[in-house]
């Protein structure tokens, strides 16, 4: 009986199913390397807006502590120059009446912001290099500007506006936060000397 020899059609694939089967892998690969990298871009911008986010809520929280335990809220200058307006990298000069810390600057240029305490009565004589940054690398400035304004009451009210963003030249991977607060600074109550308790260690003040 007459056996026909098995064909050689179903020992391997032909150069063109080859040709096919290696375009499909290329395109999935393709595929997949573009939704990593995708992955990876969004968790890097991610990581890069919650460290913006932080730096610039930590320099608000130091700029409300030095406000409210302030004195006195001297003066807001442009630069390091105490007679110029303040209208983009600002400094913040007030008052502590301690030794240590008076006066105090809370100054801001393009690569942070820094604090200066207890060293010379203006910040432009006050060397660079003794400036304390309360940002790290990591995070640029904008613009930080510092407004005070007089309040009812006899307080005084500093209005707080800045923007921070990821040190980057990627636009992609940039991210960008605005900051706006108003920090109350409340003056210390002040009495007539001649107030003195008398004999009984008591006295009436006000109507009755």
Known sequence: MFHPAPSSRATGFTLIELMLYVGILAAAGGALI???LLVTRAQSREVA???VMRQSQFVLQRVQSIVREASVI???FEGTDGA??????C???VRTGLTATDPTFITSTASGVYLVEGLGETLASIPFSSWVPITNSSV???RLTFMPRASSGGGVTVSVDGTFANDTTNPVLRFSHTLSAVVAHASAATF???LLPDSSNTRSIGQS
């Open 34 to 36: 573009s939704i990593l």
């Open 49 to 51: 807006g919650l460290e």
């Open 74 to 76: 001297d003066a807001a």
């Open 84 to 89: 110029a307006p303040c209208a983009e990298f």
């Open 91 to 93: 400094t913040l000069k």
């Open 140 to 142: 640029t400035v904008s």
């Open 192 to 194: 007539d000397s001649n």
